[in-house]
């Protein structure tokens, strides 16, 4: 079945600085991945997501780029606020599977 | 809107105590999902529901009961649970069963304390 690493476990950065989390798959055949952001005491909110025919997608801050050669997948976050302090997840969605396979997550911490 | 509303925002209930857990999303979505989620650790699929028929039951033990009376309702019915099964639990939904990569959409969830 599919295999979702994540890294770091736990990252900090100085407000303003960029964060960068990665995510790593096994099966080449996935193809749809979103992130999730869950603050404390919170459900997991989705915050982007990209889809296996598209190489980097952005929103405002926040932009996912994907390697299918390499299967692996990341998280970038500029000009980083206090509000960015939470758990992010990566995940992965399978062909022909109705489950989201989940990273371990990451704590991002940004510090004032 | 993408809105899931779960409720209760908190429960605790005892060993021998028979209680739910509700759901609700009016998005039109026709897959629902249960997710288990223990502290620092990502979700887990319990159960999915495809067009209000369960499709996929992570073999759950049947102490957590679901049920869909409805495309918009969604119920987890817990009964004889154990102190291990203190968790949050995600209620989801998406516009149609992930086999086509649509995105899942989370609840705040219901935090269960077994006592």
């Known amino acids: 079945g599919e295999n979702v690493e994540q890294h770091p476990s736990t990252l900090s950065v100085q407000e303003g600085d960029s964060a960068v989390i990665k995510c790593t798959y096994s099966d080449s055949a996935s193809n749809y991945f979103p992130w999730y952001k869950q603050e404390l005491g919170k459900g997991p909110q989705l915050i982007i997501d990209i889809r296996s025919n598209v190489g980097e997608k952005k929103d405002q801050r926040i932009a996912v780029t994907l390697n299918k050669t390499a299967k692996h997948f990341s998280l970038h976050i500029t000009e980083t606020q206090p509000e960015d302090s939470a758990v992010y997840f990566c995940a992965v969605h399978p062909q022909g599977a109705q489950k989201l396979v989940f990273g371990q997550g990451t704590r991002l911490t940004i510090n004032p | 809107d993408t809105e899931v509303t779960q409720t209760p925002k908190h429960l605790v209930m005892g060993m021998t105590n028979k209680k739910s857990l509700k759901c609700e999303q009016h998005m039109g979505h026709r897959a629902m999902y249960w997710y288990k989620q223990k502290a620092k650790k990502p979700p887990e699929l319990m159960f999915v529901?495809?067009?209000?028929?369960?499709?996929i039951n992570e073999s759950v033990p049947s102490r957590f009961s679901p049920e869909c009376p409805n495309s918009s309702l969604l119920n987890l019915h817990l009964h004889a649970l154990q102190p291990e099964d203190s968790a949050l639990y995600l209620c989801a939904s998406s516009q149609l069963p992930t086999t086509a990569g649509n995105t899942i959409y989370f609840g705040e969830g219901s935090w269960l304390t077994v006592v």
């Open positions: 529901y495809s067009y209000e028929k369960l499709s």
